[in-house]
């Protein structure tokens, strides 16, 4: 080379030697030479968040679509901070992501600047941290920072970074390491007695099983032996639609779950978390395996769910196919929206290959059933409950798969947290039809006032911390001022247009579609 | 009473009994009883914010203009991950803020439900922490909570609320503690002594004194022994305008600072920290101390810097009165709008008795010089760095005091972090005219990317990460869609007549001030 390398130099020519393509940035003054570093290899490219829960939901989005790390590049311990939540939602989702947290100089710190702040102990709430200390290390921290992200099933690493380690010479790029693959399961055994036995048995899916393969086995083991087949709550990435197996996802609500699993005798959890309630409730249990059932692993997130779910299938059910979903679409519905309709304008009009991001909270209860007969598509789901997570993962899983057209389905209330996502689909030209169902409330938490019992006195519509419709939020008008042509539906009919017209035309486009709330 | 307590009836009734009049909130399903007690409680109002970085830096400029405790309602570890900035600006501005954070039920953690997160860890970075065990501790651990946020200088304290706590019976309210007040100075006789030496001396003063009393105290001192007088870089609330000593802030950048200290053989800070660079910079020092200069501290922030000023003043310029500003206003100008002329415009026309919330960034380095002798106004600033703190500091201050004009004056950049307190300023019909000094960049990092001679060969005014113009941010729609008038100027004249009419008219304005880049 002959010139001297930097540290951040070294970063990027880690990342770019171990395939990383793309990093979401929101960067500061302590990333200046990370920043120079990327503008100056054209084999990254970055892509800028106006607000880091924007960076790091993308990175997540990517991560899901891609298999590959999803890269950030924050600034000190309030960018991490802003983009935690989503970050949260990647731990959950075991997305494989690298944060590159730039911060002050290693002898700066010692002044107590203003940003300073402790980094460490909130990235360690996340997984995998690493400090570099000097340009030497920052090569190799990154490699193994990248290894730590892929470890089976995949989860968050953070890599602080010092102003000087970035800026000081003899940067040394490092290749990338091994990251752990997924442990075989043991239990293929006693979990096939179990199936074999013929009582009543429910197997949920989860993590990589909820993709064509796992699904396949999963569904094939299901008709052989008349297990309930389900999907863990909230996947990561579920593939369905026309020609795979239509897997029930477990529901929301307990009492759904409940329901689901009423006179089981067995669970059989593969890739999936055992079923626990999502909030407790007072007086009601928070372990959904019911109480005459017992709990069954077959592989845990860390183990390989889809050969075992595969060996179990040889076994079980040889020469037995899969159940899968014939090629159906609801009719185009008319009238005014409502929860009941707009589903049926998305699962009539769902384009081929689609990627649907599903943030819908309540207005989304039906969405499945309307989608099951669509052309095979891939869901994301909100993995951990940290709502502003549709937007930034929907821009992210674009930038994955620019080729394929993402449908942003999201609750109002939740876009508010990230809606900035908008203006980095508009700057990236961005393939992503976002459909705001706009019912004016958190009403989801108007339900959960009830179901809590937290009162008799207050009527839950009522209640004005979850009122959204003062003033009314015009997502539209938003959307423009971001950049992102937007259009208004108030009908079925007026939906189904705009959908037609945004998923034909290149570029972002928003619809904000008004429907009344369910309570 | 007759009927049982809830630990959420408690916690409102100890808040309340100690003055809390507002809680600014951001809640979910685990906050719910909280929540019904606070519909029920007509002493304490909840203001929504639509993300937790707009409840939490409201809450701080709610602590600024009153003095007493911010409170704050978040949602598990996402909700405080998303107001971590904030409460970053909050801790190094010592305001009283108080968050209660909503968690899972005590027996409902050991499931690792998707929202459960290390809450304890995180908030630990901000200062008190104390997680309630029982209904019956609910109240005293608010109380204590409160005290804790005011001890001196004052700061962020963090109640963990399960929801156990929170739903179950046998709440007691508590009664307020006392907190810790300041120290007096022990330092005020030898600094007198270096005062008279007649030596070159810097006079820093930061914390209370930036306010009446202590601003003249310190203007006699500068005034009688030839001091000079400065405030610290980013004061929390400093006093200024006609009629009160005009204090010139410490630079932003190290090279203004060296400027300032020029020469100076002591450093006397009251209220402040010793001055340091905000970043480290290859081969600049970040003590800012001249190094043939003294650091004396007659208060640290601790300590009563209040008082020892004044004690000081009667001791060295007994009968010197401060020196104050008199009234003067620029004149209008004209022609399209530059980083020169807007801030005449506010000069000219700031009303009377304004609160001005400044995180103008590179676009308001005039500021000060135009509003030196405007009508007695108030300044909120940036204390931590964290950006996206301006929105929101402007809402909490205009629900504080809602009988005085807010002037939110907001970078476009850092404006995107927290855009949706616009919405809240609409739905409490807040009296806050905001100007978005739209420049279409990052500015400051292309000066930073300057600054750190990060490269040579990428062009500051090109680098890609830095550019917001495409797309534009049209911040008039943007406010328009969450509900608050706006209108655009491109010209002197334009911003004039918009600012204006904003200030006159009731509830939220927001101008988009459309301004070339500083770079």
Not at 384 to 413: C, F, K, N, W, Y
Request: charged content about 15%; glycine content about 10%; proline content about 7%.
């Amino acid at each position: 080379m002959g010139e001297a390398t930097t540290g951040a130099q070294a970063l990027l020519t880690t990342l770019a030697d171990a395939g990383v393509e793309v990093v979401f940035a929101n960067p500061g003054t302590s990333e200046m030479h990370f920043v120079a570093a990327l503008e100056e290899n054209p084999r990254v490219r970055g892509v800028l968040g106006l607000a880091e829960g924007v960076v790091t939901g993308a990175a997540d989005g990517y991560a899901r679509m891609t298999g590959t790390p999803g890269v950030t590049l924050l600034h000190l311990g309030p960018g991490l901070g802003n983009g935690l939540a989503n970050l949260h939602n990647a731990r959950r989702a075991h997305s494989p992501v690298v944060n590159v947290v730039g911060d002050h100089a290693t002898y700066h710190k010692a002044f107590d600047a203003p940003l300073e702040s402790d980094i460490d102990s909130v990235a360690g709430t996340l997984g995998w941290v690493r400090r570099s200390h000097s340009p030497t290390d920052v090569g190799a921290d990154a490699a193994a920072a990248l290894a730590a992200a892929q470890d089976a099933p995949g989860g968050v690493a953070t890599l602080i970074l010092p102003a000087d380690a970035s800026w000081g010479e003899g940067g040394v790029a490092a290749s990338a390491l091994p990251s752990r693959a997924p442990e075989p399961s043991s239990t293929v055994d006693p979990v096939a007695k179990v199936l074999r036995s013929g009582q009543p048995t429910a197997l949920l899916i989860g993590g990589a099983a909820c993709r064509g393969a796992g699904l396949r086995a999963a569904s094939r083991i299901a008709a052989a032996t008349g297990a309930r087949l389900l999907a863990e709550t909230f996947p990561a990435r579920i593939e369905r639609g026309a020609g795979l197996p239509n897997v029930e996802r477990l529901g929301y609500l307990a009492e759904q779950v409940e329901h689901q699993l009423d006179g089981v005798r067995h669970v059989v959890v593969a890739g999936a978390k055992p079923p626990v309630s999502f909030f407790a409730y007072p007086g009601k249990r928070g372990d959904l395996v019911p109480e005459a059932a017992q709990l069954h692993t077959l592989a845990s997130p860390t183990e390989d769910a889809v050969a075992a779910l595969d060996t179990l299938a040889d076994d079980l059910a040889p020469g037995v196919a899969p159940v899968l979903a014939e090629p159906h679409r609801p009719a185009l519905p008319s009238g005014e929206l409502t929860v009941q309709n707009w589903v049926e304008v998305v699962g009539a009009l769902l384009p081929e290959h689609a990627v649907v991001v599903d943030e819908t909270n309540t207005s989304g209860l039906l969405l499945a059933a309307a989608t099951a007969g669509a052309p095979a598509h891939d869901v994301l789901t909100l993995t951990g409950g940290a709502i502003g997570q549709g937007l930034p993962a929907a821009t992210g899983a674009a930038v994955a798969a620019p080729e394929r057209p993402v449908i942003s389905l999201q609750a109002d209330g939740s876009a508010m947290y990230t809606i900035s996502a908008l203006w980095t689909q508009a700057r990236e030209n961005l393939n992503v039809t976002t459909v705001i169902l706009n019912n004016r409330a958190y009403a989801i938490l108007r339900m959960e006032l009830q179901r809590v019992g937290a009162t008799a006195s207050t009527d839950p519509a009522s209640a004005s911390l979850f009122d959204l419709s003062a003033p009314d939020l015009d997502f539209a008008r938003i959307a423009e001022g971001m950049g992102v042509p937007a259009s208004t539906a108030t009908t079925a009919e007026e939906l189904a247009d705009r959908f037609r017209r945004a998923v034909a035309e290149p570029g972002p486009h928003l619809i904000d579609a008004r429907i009344p709330p369910l309570l």
